[in-house]
């Protein structure tokens, strides 16, 4: 293989593992420091318990998401020189915002939340976790924001002599159209990753409690937890379809190779239906390919509100963009990636729906449940979200192909760049494949240790009691003549 097969697999690899823990981290943050405002406004032990095991979960995803992302920055200025030499003069801004006015903050907060319980105030250290959540969500946006100007370039212009994109304009970048369809569907996600995992873990240790004859752990503990989770899936979900549908149809205005792709729509037709499922070679030229199932209409109409529009073909779209930038090249992403990850990103969200269906129903008017379908259920529906996540960004990586800076025909002149140019002219292949392997050993290994901490705090469930931190003083002063003071542990997860 060549270095920019193996340089792509590589970014794939790492890009998709590291997405892995993204949007758990994105929706748990906010919903811990939920969990932490209701105990400092009522007064209700029950949800600093549930703030602290929740906490625990989201700080071993978090470590794994950090130590994973640095990962994908070396890589643009390794694998991918020639790509940072042509646009690294506005794909740095966004990330350089990133880690300056979010990733600092979202840091630094976060350890004064860890080693702030018996330290600081108690509405100081709940703005802690709400300093997090936010930057967070905000480093979200400003890493959006790159990867949309690579969708969509804007406020930017080609410098003929140094042969470089230069930006003329961030605030045009930081308010790309891209990103801001992108950013509502990337967080509504997120929140329905996070709602899934509460109410999974929280109805899977519910059915367990009554089957044991703890009923009454079950509903004053857990049952709180899973209508959190519950009510997060349905507004999310909600926020998601909505989302979905406005940056499908942009998508359509943007990057119509992309969207054809996604229906293996080969010929233009008009009143385009959706297909289902579609047998044959999905290869470009879209021989043997028959839509077995489809719904008549439905890709007209996502594209423009409109089941008789005219929906452009991979075939005419190939002949438009030889004409624009020139023959010799493939402009159509691979389209049997593009296919089934569009309809893997929409069809997993289904354990989603079923988990909040079924706790809704078992837990109707107050109730606890003992059925084990519920939990069954529960256990099956937490990897959905994150699946389905991931292939969502698979979907929009692969189906921006063959170009690593899409075209913007609209306003920017000069400005796109196809993959194989921007892959490094010095590293060699055999250094990609060490470095792929190695990674990937490491990465497997971090999985396995992922894996088993979330799995061993989760099965220790919730604690049966916790020692509010400040149960005799309102402002959460640590009491120097208190002999234990100097004892007490830096981290309350360890």
């Known amino acids: 293989m060549e270095a920019l097969d193996l340089a792509r697999w590589q970014f794939g690899v790492t890009t998709v593992y590291h997405f892995i823990f993204v949007p758990l981290t994105i929706g748990l943050t906010p919903l811990v420091a939920i969990m932490q405002t209701i105990w400092v406004r009522t007064g209700n032990e029950t949800w600093l318990r549930l703030t602290k095991f929740f906490g625990k979960l989201m700080l071993i995803n978090f470590a794994i998401g950090v130590a994973t992302g ?9 694998n991918w020189s020639e790509y940072s030499r042509f646009v690294g003069d506005v794909f740095g801004a966004p990330l350089a915002m990133e880690a300056l006015a979010a990733f600092f903050v979202e840091s630094t907060f976060l350890g004064l939340w860890i080693f702030g319980w018996d330290k600081l105030p108690k509405k100081i250290h709940l703005a802690c976790i709400w300093a997090v959540a936010i930057a967070t969500n905000l480093s979200a946006y400003f890493i959006l924001a ?79 937890a899973v209508m959190l ?49 579609a047998i044959g070679d999905l290869t470009n030229n879209c021989d043997g390919v028959a839509h077995l199932i489809s719904i008549p209409g439905l890709t007209s109409f ?32 691979d389209l049997t990636v593009t296919y089934w990850a569009f309809r893997l990103m929409i069809g997993l969200a289904a354990g989603s729906v079923a988990l909040a269906l079924a706790a809704l129903w078992f837990t109707r008017k107050g109730r606890v449940s003992d059925n084990k379908w519920l ?7 937490i990897p959905t979200p994150f699946l389905a996540s991931s292939f969502g960004w698979i979907f929009t990586e692969m189906g921006r192909q063959p170009w690593v800076v899409y075209p913007n025909p609209t306003g920017v002149d000069g400005v796109w760049l196809l993959t194989e140019r921007g892959v490094s002219e010095v590293v060699s292949a055999s250094t990609v494949v060490i470095s792929m392997v190695a990674f990937t050993l490491v990465y497997g290994l971090l999985a ?5 901490l979330m799995k061993r705090y989760a099965v220790e469930g919730v604690a049966d009691t916790e020692r509010d931190p400040s149960p ?12 234990d003071a100097a004892e007490r542990p830096l981290s309350f997860a360890y």
Request: a negative charge; glycine letters at 8%; hydrophobic letters at 40%.
């Open 70 to 78: 640095i990962v994908q920055e070396f890589q643009f200025g390794m």
């Open 146 to 224: 790159a990867n949309s100007w690579m969708q969509h370039p804007v406020g930017t212009t080609f410098n003929t002599e140094t042969g470089r994109a230069e930006m003329t304009d961030v605030v045009a970048v930081l308010t790309n159209s891209t990103l801001l369809a992108a950013f509502p569907h990337t967080v509504t996600a997120a929140f329905l990753t996070a709602g899934t995992f509460v109410a999974g873990i929280a109805a899977w240790w519910m059915v367990r409690l009554v089957r044991n004859g703890d009923s009454e752990k079950a509903r004053t503990v857990y049952r709180p």
């Open 229 to 277: 989770g519950v009510f997060t899936m349905l507004i999310s979900g909600v926020g998601l379809g909505i989302t979905g549908h406005a940056q499908g149809q942009l998508m359509f205005e943007q990057q119509p190779t992309k969207m054809a792709a996604a229906e293996a729509l080969c010929e233009t037709e008009d009143g385009a239906a959706f297909s289902i499922l």
């Open 302 to 333: 996502l594209a423009n509100n409109d089941f008789t529009s005219r929906i452009e073909g991979v075939n005419d779209l190939q002949e438009r963009y030889e004409e624009q930038y020139g023959e010799g090249v493939n402009y159509i992403p």
């Open 375 to 381: 939990a069954r259920i529960a256990i099956w529906a």
């Open 448 to 452: 396995v240790f992922w894996y088993r």
């Open 472 to 483: 005799d003083n309102p402002d959460n002063q640590p009491d120097p003549s208190d002999p």
